[in-house]
Nanobody, 129 residues
Framework: EVQLVEFGGGLVQAGGSLTLSCVAS??????????VRWLRQAPGKDGEGISC????????YYSDSVKGRFTISVDKAKNTAYLQMDNLKPEDTAVYYC????????????????????WGKGTAVTVSS
């Protein structure tokens, strides 16, 4: 059974940094060229996919809202994905989810809980001004 569990959320001041982790089980980051992604949903707003990475070639993708501030990465030995978040802004306040596996990063920005990939339960990030 595929499971993803996010860690690392919390309260941080604007301008600060936070690193989220996503520990995956039930599939291997090394076995196929899957992709995993990060999504978020702010209170009262539509959700959005913000970043995606292909596991074989390490190709990365970012939404305009986080480009230049967030970095996605994986540790294949730990079967873990990360989201390094720098220069955080109050508008980054949201519940952050990781999702996977998916065949590629096409449509990674779509937020649909019934999408083909599995989702974690999320971790909350609050950025104070």
């Amino acid at each position: 059974e595929v499971q993803l569990v996010e860690f690392g959320g919390g309260l941080v001041q604007a301008g600060g940094s936070l690193t989220l982790s996503c520990v995956a089980s039930g599939f291997s980051f090394s076995s196929r060229d899957y992709a995993v992604r990060w999504l978020r949903q702010a209170p009262g707003k539509d959700g959005e996919g913000i970043s995606c990475i292909t596991l074989k070639h390490g190709n990365t993708y970012y939404s305009d809202s986080v480009k230049g501030r967030f970095t996605i990465s994986v540790d294949k030995a730990k079967n873990t994905a990360y989201l390094q978040m720098d220069n955080l802004k109050p508008e980054d306040t949201a519940v952050y989810y990781c999702a996977g596996p998916r065949l590629d990063c096409s449509r990674y920005e779509q937020f649909n809980r019934y999408d083909i990939d599995y989702w974690g339960k999320g971790t909350a990030v609050t950025v104070s001004s």
